[in-house]
């Protein structure tokens, strides 16, 4: 089976461009998260999409906007790009929102370098 | 004070010896706990989670938590170079808005010897 993937793996943009993300998560999980990874710290929470709504958002600016689509793939989009954007964007998949219980999974990432 | 405190390393140590990674963590609200182990240029991948007080084994690891300190413990018996990798703690919260997020630790970067 196929785990969550993510797409592209890496990606150099120039400050003010703007970004698309792309994840698609194990087949039946309806659940999609974003986290930010910049070098050395852990992730950090942004989005969490279930059934295509948007359930909770992390402390980022508006420049940063998601969505999920019908078939439970995900787009994060991050506008007005900055050299502090640079960072992994990790995409988490799970069945449900309760994650003890059915667990999330992750994908490698995204490598973003804003230059 | 950020809500989950973990000593970023490095820890380096030799083939077979008890590794012992901690975390400490703040606010009380309703949660629950996980260690995700990640490789480099990977993924966290989850090894255990645990809501209570108490240790919860599995195989070579033991997750331990004392909530009364606000505390969280991973320990590896017998290690093995294959477990070279940046261990991450995280506090998994539910809101009222029925969101849910995982705060993660900094990680702390550990090198098993042969």
């Known amino acids: 089976d196929a785990g969550v993937t993510q797409s592209p793996t890496h990606l150099i943009k120039t400050r003010g461009q703007h970004v698309t993300l792309r994840c698609s998560p194990i087949?039946?999980?309806?659940?999609v998260s974003w986290y930010q990874q910049v070098l050395g710290q852990g992730p950090q929470f942004i989005f969490q999409y279930y059934e295509k709504e948007e359930r909770g958002r992390g402390n980022f600016p508006d420049r940063f906007s998601a969505r999920q689509f019908p078939n439970y793939s995900s787009e994060l989009n991050v506008n007005a790009l900055l050299l502090g954007d640079s960072a992994l964007y990790l995409c988490?998949?799970?069945?449900?929102?309760?994650?003890?219980?059915?667990?999330?999974?992750f994908g490698s990432g995204t490598r973003l370098t804003v230059v | 004070q950020k809500e989950v405190e973990q000593d970023p390393g490095p820890l380096s140590v030799p083939e077979g010896a008890i590794v012992s990674l901690n975390c400490t963590y703040s606010?009380?609200?309703?949660?629950?706990f996980m260690w995700y182990r990640q490789y480099s240029r990977k993924g966290p991948e989850l090894l255990m989670y645990t809501y209570s007080s108490g240790n919860k084994e599995d195989g070579r690891f033991t997750a331990q938590v004392d909530k009364s300190s606000k505390y969280i413990s991973l320990f590896i018996r017998d290690s093995q170079p294959s477990d070279s990798a940046t261990y991450l703690c995280?506090?998994?919260?539910?809101?009222?808005?029925?969101?849910?997020?995982?705060?993660f630790g900094k990680g702390t970067k550990l090198t098993v010897n042969p």
């Open positions: 995280a506090k998994g919260e539910i809101t009222q808005g029925g969101s849910e997020k995982l705060v």
């Open positions: 988490a998949s799970s069945l449900f929102t309760a994650a003890p219980i059915y667990g999330y999974t």
């Open positions: 606010n009380s609200a309703f949660q629950y």
């Open positions: 087949s039946g999980h309806k659940s």
